[in-house]
């Protein structure tokens, strides 16, 4: 009689959790039309079988161009920037890395830009976790280094970024509709 009890006890349980999950599914967002990505120097720091140690890491969203003429017009010239959609983009130094001159030891930072037409402002800030650029803090600038801009013959689609190497670090390239910008960081 016991066992029966439980049975019967553990089928209604298992029933009355079942009508539960049904009727009270969880609805999950849609895909961001600005996706997040992430990119490591080096670059196959995640894959790599023989446990490479990434020394950057940066997290950003991607916008997409849409047609859109970006710099200058959507992103206007003179303006602090996100660099990139939604969040801003936020980088991890597992060492101490230089840009422009200065020295920055080891921890998450934030990168914004001031784009204008012939260079930009790249800025190393040390607020995280903000939505854009609306709550950004110029007295929380690490460091800022203006960088030259290349025309590119056919627009990127997406805002992209990705490293090169060099013999005394890696420069980290930036892309997005016609432009191109590198930064060097050294390490």
């Known amino acids: 009689m016991r066992y029966i009890f439980i049975v019967v006890f553990a089928l209604l349980c ?51 161009r849409k047609g859109r003429e970006i710099f200058g017009v959507l992103e206007q010239y003179g303006k602090v920037w996100r660099f990139g959609a939604n969040e801003n983009t936020e980088v991890c130094f597992f060492e101490k890395v230089t840009i422009g001159g200065k020295k920055i030891k080891a921890g998450v930072y934030s990168l914004f830009a001031i784009p204008n037409k012939d260079t930009w402002t790249i800025i190393v800030n040390s607020q995280t976790d903000k939505w854009g650029a609306f709550s950004y803090d110029q007295t929380k600038d690490i460091v800022r280094v203006n960088v030259p801009v290349k025309t590119l013959a056919k627009p990127i689609e997406y805002f992209s970024l990705t490293f090169t190497g060099r013999s005394d670090g890696a420069n980290l390239i930036i892309g997005w509709d016609k432009t191109q910008v590198e930064l060097p960081i050294s390490f």
């Open 14 to 64: 298992f029933n009355v959790k079942a009508q539960e999950t049904s009727t009270n599914e969880v609805k999950f967002p849609v895909a961001d039309p600005s996706p997040a990505d992430i990119v490591y120097f080096p670059l196959n720091a995640p894959k790599a079988k023989d446990a490479t140690k990434p020394i950057i890491k940066i997290v950003y969203s991607r916008p997409q």
